[in-house]
């Protein structure tokens, strides 16, 4: 059995196996020769942890047959490539924001990796850990930012509005707001916390790209599956994840003037040409819609996407 995530080096540090499990999904996403997103930082991220997990930074030629460890974490690719994508595409659309939040940013790229509109601000909040970590590692990489980047340590499980204020972020200015693999990590108090702030603190033309937590309950069955994922990958997804009764972001947005669509994942894997499962590659084909698709992943809550005119 795989050594418990809790007693590793890098989570003495503080720096969350989840934040580099999504690094190296982006990894192995770049890698593929029909790639939906180009993160040319994410494996160097994922080497420069040294983890003692064995995570895939490639795509392999035959993704069936990779070892069992790392099967888990190439099928959880799939769906990172196109979460990111669909963050990205959503970031690049129509009407940017020259002011940018990304709550719970861990590794993600995208102040380096995007092209900002001139004068853009991008503000990242996460723990100091991880944003120490990444400041660092892009630093050795001589990376620059693409925008004015301002990292934010702090924790959204508690009152963080004036940390932010206190940075420079202008309630007065529209915002745009990334949520991305966040909620499912913060228990249902907090996840309304950070919703209702998101709301307080958007002026008219904000947006939000939130991707949502779903209900895990105790069953047997999932707790199941939940303990088959950590043994396999060493993530330790049961302590993790927050498991009682999300809060909808839709219900708590709209009565705050937003106007909100829904995207389901199986939208996503449509959208971009994947299917979520390593026997089909990935990818889908012309044949795609006659091939058996494999049920819709559960534990998935697809994405809100929601505007405040
Ligand atoms: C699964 S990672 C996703 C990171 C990033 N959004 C991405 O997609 O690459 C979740 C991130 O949320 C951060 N996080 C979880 N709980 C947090 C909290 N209470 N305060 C600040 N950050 C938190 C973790 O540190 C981690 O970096």
Same mark, same amino acid.
């Given at each position: 059995?795989?050594?418990?995530?809790?007693?590793?080096?890098?989570?003495?540090?503080?720096?969350?196996?989840?934040?580099?499990?999504?690094?190296?999904?982006?990894?192995?996403?770049?890698?593929?020769?029909?790639?939906?997103?180009?993160?040319?930082?994410?494996?160097?991220?994922?080497?420069?942890?040294?983890?003692?997990?064995?995570?895939?930074?490639?795509?392999?030629?035959?993704?069936?047959?990779?070892?069992?460890?790392?099967?888990?974490?190439?099928?959880?690719?799939?769906?990172?490539?196109?979460?990111?994508?669909?963050?990205?595409?959503?970031?690049?659309?129509?009407?940017?924001?020259?002011?940018?939040?990304?709550?719970?940013?861990?590794?993600?790229?995208?102040?380096?990796?995007?092209?900002?509109?001139?004068?853009?601000?991008?503000?990242?909040?996460?723990?100091?850990?991880?944003?120490?970590?990444?400041?660092?590692?892009?630093?050795?990489?001589?990376?620059?930012?693409?925008?004015?980047?301002?990292?934010?340590?702090?924790?959204?499980?508690?009152?963080?509005?004036?940390?932010?204020?206190?940075?420079?972020?202008?309630? $007065?200015? %529209?915002?745009?707001?990334?949520? !991305?693999?966040?909620? =499912?990590?913060? &228990?249902?108090?907090?996840?309304?916390? #950070?919703?209702?702030?998101?709301?307080?603190?958007?002026?008219?033309?904000?947006?939000?790209?939130?991707?949502?937590?779903?209900?895990?309950?105790?069953?047997?069955?999932?707790?199941?599956?939940?303990?088959?994922?950590?043994?396999?990958?060493?993530?330790?997804?049961?302590?993790?994840?927050?498991?009682?009764?999300?809060?909808?972001?839709?219900?708590?947005?709209?009565?705050?003037?937003?106007?909100?669509?829904?995207?389901?994942?199986?939208?996503?894997?449509?959208?971009?040409?994947?299917?979520?499962?390593?026997?089909?590659? $990935?990818? %889908?084909?012309?044949?795609?819609? !006659?091939?058996?698709? =494999?049920?819709? &992943?559960?534990?998935?809550?697809?994405? #809100?996407?929601?505007?405040?005119?």
């Amino acid at each position: 059995m795989t050594e418990p995530a809790g007693s590793t080096e890098l989570e003495d540090q503080g720096l969350p196996l989840t934040a580099l499990a999504v690094a190296a999904g982006r990894a192995v996403e770049t890698s593929r020769a029909d790639a939906l997103v180009a993160d040319p930082f994410a494996s160097a991220l994922v080497v420069a942890a040294r983890s003692h997990l064995d995570l895939p930074t490639v795509w392999p030629a035959e993704p069936a047959e990779a070892p069992p460890l790392q099967q888990p974490l190439l099928l959880a690719s799939i769906y990172i490539g196109m979460r990111t994508r669909f963050i990205d595409d959503f970031l690049q659309s129509d009407t940017p924001t020259a002011q940018n939040v990304v709550l719970g940013a861990g590794l993600d790229t995208r102040a380096f990796r995007l092209d900002w509109p001139d004068g853009s601000k991008v503000f990242e909040i996460d723990s100091a850990t991880v944003l120490k970590f990444k400041a660092h590692v892009m630093s050795r990489l001589a990376a620059e930012p693409r925008c004015k980047l301002i990292s934010l340590p702090a924790d959204l499980s508690l009152p963080w509005r004036e940390q932010l204020l206190a940075t420079g972020f202008d309630p $007065g200015q %529209a915002t745009t707001w990334v949520l !991305e693999g966040l909620l =499912p990590y913060l &228990d249902a108090a907090s996840q309304r916390a #950070v919703l209702g702030e998101v709301a307080a603190l958007s002026a008219p033309g904000s947006r939000a790209v939130i991707e949502r937590a779903v209900a895990l309950p105790k069953t047997d069955d999932i707790e199941a599956k939940l303990r088959e994922f950590s043994e396999q990958t060493g993530l330790p997804m049961s302590e993790l994840l927050a498991r009682a009764d999300p809060p909808d972001p839709v219900e708590l947005l709209e009565p705050a003037g937003w106007r909100c669509s829904t995207h389901t994942v199986e939208e996503l894997c449509s959208m971009y040409g994947r299917v979520l499962s390593l026997d089909a590659s $990935g990818t %889908a084909n012309l044949a795609g819609s !006659e091939r058996e698709q =494999p049920s819709p &992943d559960q534990s998935r809550g697809g994405f #809100v996407t929601a505007w405040l005119p």
